[in-house]
């Protein structure tokens, strides 16, 4: 009887193996969506995995004058990280990124998912569409754009905000507010979340869209109220979306900002509270010519976000929202 019953299964496998399509025929019958999906590989491997090798020089002497050739270069070891965390900028750009991230973090990420949350509530459709677009648009305006217009609001000559403090009577002369440190973070803060939060909201109201109706209806005759069925049906619904966004915001924590910071920040008076590993890079190590020196630094910088990245991820794991 087992006998049989192995021939069987045997039988079976085989059958299985011959109706199973070869990688061949996979591919020639998704030949058109292949054809979307393998320049976008081509171009990360281009651009992303190619250059990797080049973080060796952070563990080398790097001289530009070698002409290509990387190995001909000295190896130091852990020259260069010991360099950097022994700079006396180190504490200094380490609390600047910490706390410029968690503050991103806490009031840029819930931000859109609030946004979100309101546009859903808007029956009248022609003036939905107009706040959506209005929210929407400074996302695809340059950080040179937005820095501009900042610094308009907040000049001390003619400027929105002065003007409207000095009519209320709330101050007695123009502030300059890209000269007091006190002010940066608040200031670079704002300009962020006004720049992406309608476009970080597209995703979310995708999300709200796919809600079922009915639980809604149901919630209505129980009589719950809007702030109910957003609290126990529209967040528990789209809270796998959230997660998702989290980890992938978690796993940036130490991405600070680049340009935003550098063009806020042009004054040199604001250096102690707006230099991040990003702009301490471009100014030590790449303005200077020191290639090895910024590349340890952004090599400490990929390594701590990698592993924030997966720690983010395991926790979310446990909930049943995960990347991998």
């Known amino acids: 009887m087992s ?28 030949w058109d969506i292949q054809l979307m999906v393998w320049p976008g590989i081509l171009l990360i491997f281009i651009f992303a995995y190619m250059p990797m090798y080049g973080v060796l020089i952070a563990f ?12 001909a270069n000295p190896w130091v070891g852990w020259k260069h990280f010991e360099m950097f965390f ?35 509530e808007i029956r009248h459709m022609i003036f939905k569409r107009v706040v959506q677009t209005i929210t929407y648009l400074p ?19 003619n400027g929105s905000i002065n003007m409207l403090l000095s009519s209320v009577g ?24 006004w720049k992406e939060i309608g476009f970080g909201s597209i995703v979310y109201l995708a999300a709200i869209a796919g809600v079922d109706q009915h639980m809604y209806e149901a919630a209505d005759i129980d009589g ?33 900002g680049f340009e935003d910071i550098l063009l806020l920040a042009a004054n040199p008076v604001l250096r102690p509270v707006s230099d991040v590993i990003d702009t301490y890079v471009y100014r030590v190590g790449v303005s200077n010519y ?29 909930s049943g929202n995960s990347l991998w």
């Open 3 to 30: 006998q049989t019953t192995t021939k069987q299964q045997h039988a079976v496998l085989l059958q299985q193996r011959k109706r199973k399509p070869n990688l061949v025929m996979r591919f020639l019958k998704q």
């Open 60 to 71: 080398m002497d790097y001289n530009i004058f070698t002409k290509g050739d990387i190995w």
């Open 86 to 120: 022994n700079a006396p900028e180190f504490y200094t750009v380490m609390r600047n990124t910490i706390i410029i991230s968690f503050l991103k973090f806490f009031i840029g990420f819930p931000a859109p998912i609030i946004l979100a949350l309101m546009l859903n």
């Open 139 to 157: 996302h695809f305006l340059s950080w040179v754009i937005v820095a501009g217009l900042t610094s308009s609001l907040l000049a001390t000559e």
């Open 170 to 193: 709330a101050i007695s002369e123009p502030i300059n507010f890209l000269s007091i440190p006190k002010y940066f973070w608040s200031i670079l803060i704002t300009a962020n979340v």
């Open 224 to 256: 719950a109220t809007k702030f109910k069925q957003i609290y126990l049906i529209t967040l528990p619904t789209i809270m796998p979306v959230v997660v998702i966004f989290m980890i992938l915001q978690i796993g940036s924590l130490l991405s600070a």
């Open 290 to 318: 020191r290639y090895s020196y910024a590349t340890a630094v952004g090599l400490f910088k990929a390594i701590i976000s990698i592993g924030l990245l997966t720690i983010a991820n395991y926790i979310a794991r446990r």
